[in-house]
Structures are given as C-alpha cells and as structure tokens.
C-alpha cells in the first residue's frame, strides 16, 4: 500500500454489503499505524436491505427472511470525484 501511495496510485474497492465506514475506519488506523496517510472516500446511500422484503421485483419463492444484502448501482458516477483527487 505504501509504494501505492507514493507513487500516486488510487486504491479502490466496492465495499458493497461489507459495512464501508467500518472499512474506511479500519483503513484509516492500518496507514496511521504505518505513519502514512491518504485521501480515503467512502460512498453510502445505496443500501436497500430494509426495503427488500417487500419488493415486488423478487421471485415469488425468494426467502425474504435470508436476505443480507441488496443495493443499487446506478453508475460510478459517485466515487468519481473522491477517486479523481488522489492520496
């Protein structure tokens, strides 16, 4: 990560489902821990677990109890701007 971020190259990842303030944080305390720092973005808004249950989208035999995961993307547009600026 170190050579990344002296080199100027952005580190970017689709957190999705995998809690990405909870990444952004650990990501944060890894480069504090290593005397570095960087620019970090994280995207939120397109978690639509909540209102999975009653979509009418979804087959009809599709477990709604089990779902852990549903978001929407509708294009990168979002992550452009925190990505464009760089460490």
Do not use: F, H, K
Not at 1 to 22: D, F, K, Q, S, W
Not at 29 to 43: F, K, Y
Not at 56 to 70: A, F, G, H, Q
């Amino acid at each position: 990560m170190a050579r990344c971020l002296t080199l100027g190259i952005p580190i970017i990842t689709n957190g999705g489902a995998a809690n990405p303030t909870a990444a952004a944080r650990r990501l944060r305390d890894q480069l504090q821990a290593q005397g570095l720092t960087a620019r970090i973005a994280c995207v939120l808004g397109d978690d639509r677990v909540g209102e999975a249950a009653d979509a009418d989208w979804l087959p009809t035999d599709c477990p709604r109890d089990e779902i852990v995961s549903c978001n929407v993307y509708i294009g990168a547009e979002a992550g452009g701007p925190g990505a464009g600026r760089g460490g």
